[in-house]
């Protein structure tokens, strides 16, 4: 190698030390502590903007309630969607903001969306991965801030926006309290924590102080489902966003909003009744079904729309099938076309993580296999497959 290609070599590889050691220290060091480093990615699904079909009137001069919901995909997704969807279409002047954490666009939600008869958003952006890795892994956060842009951009500045995850349950009569916030308003939630209920604490009409089970240094001892912001407000505070740090999502969003206790309206009979319930559905682990002795009955059909929403697994024979696939060399479309074409799976999709839990990324034009980064020692060994209960296939570095 000459001298001046070995110059050129030393200063890449300075150049490229150089920039990992200042990204770094941007991320530990920069001005917020929990905001990302590089940009998130975002991505717009479908919407639709029209009167709630459901409701035979709507008076178009009160307030619109943007209700922001994150959700992932899972076995309980659609069933939960559509449980506080049907919620939702029992109430005037809601905009239905869904929020994925996900690189793309589940059919399935887009479907319920349209099939409800809400004004809606339907919104994609998946979690950075840096925050993947966390100890306490700060989950919709990533969905949320998408929607919250989207309220900055397009909300009414009349309108209210309020969080509301795909689990909880709502009383109704808690939208009607909610609509008319002029700055932030607050109320119990019911279910959670070690007291079973987290309230801001009221005296006077007016919050001194919070009562919940986790305080952990937040100024705001509230739940996500706890408060209401009119978007006017919103829109007139100088930088408005929710850390990404496990724990804090609330207490960091109302500080960004300047808030003071004063300021806080209160709600729900002066916090003296619950209307929100932070319920928690059992999880589902996803089920195999043999179905070679039902290929010509509604069993097969049915199976096909409980695989596309997430809920079912391939078999072992499956399993094999790929793996010996992959061992030829099949490209995943290949190998998944083949085993469509077998077995009839629709809208399958191939998940490969490239570096084990710590470090995956998804890859989708070749089967790239490396061992994990989480034993070096298994240096060249063979990689480990495995189903993912959430679509179709895994491959696991």
Known sequence: MSRQKRVIMAVIIFGSFIYIVLTQAVHILGGAPGEPVHPEIRKFCSSASRKNVNIEYEDSNLPVIYVVTPTYRRPEMVAELTRLGQTLTMVKRIHWIVAEDSHTCSPPITSLLDRLGLSYTHLASPMPEVYRREKYVPRGVSNRRAA??????????????????????????????????????????????????????????????????????????????????????????????????????????????????????????????????????????????????????????????????????????????????????????????????????????????LSGARGSKRAGRTWKMTPGVEDPQRAGMRPMLSVSSRWCVTIVG
């Not at 309020?162 to 009607?176: G, M, P, S, T």
């Not at 996803?286 to 179905?291: A, H, I, V």
Request: charged content about 20%.
């Open 148 to 353: 919250l842009q989207w309220v900055q951009e397009n909300g009414e500045d009349t309108g209210v926006l309020y969080f509301l995850d795909d689990d909880n349950a709502i009383d109704i009569r808690l939208f009607n309290e909610m609509r008319l916030t002029q700055t932030v308003s607050m109320w119990p939630v019911g279910l959670i924590g070690e007291y079973t209920v987290s309230s801001p604490v009221v005296k006077g009409n007016q919050v001194v102080g919070f009562y919940d089970g986790w305080p952990a240094g937040r100024k705001f001892q509230v739940d996500m489902a706890g408060f209401a912001v009119n978007i006017g407000y919103l829109k007139k505070q100088k930088k408005v966003t929710m850390p990404y740090i496990a724990g804090h999502e609330e207490d960091g969003f109302l500080k960004s909003l300047n808030l003071n206790l004063k300021d806080i309206e209160v709600k729900a009979d002066g916090c003296t009744n619950i209307l929100v319930w932070h319920t928690r559905t059992a999880k589902n682990p996803s089920r195999t079904l043999r179905l070679a002795h039902h290929q010509a009955t509604n069993i097969k059909p049915l199976t096909d729309n409980m695989r596309k929403m997430g809920r079912l697994t391939m078999s072992a024979e499956q399993r094999t099938n790929l793996k010996f696939l992959v061992q030829l060399g099949k490209t995943p479309s290949e190998a998944l076309g083949m085993l469509q074409k077998v077995y009839g799976m629709r809208q399958c999709h191939a998940h490969v993580f």
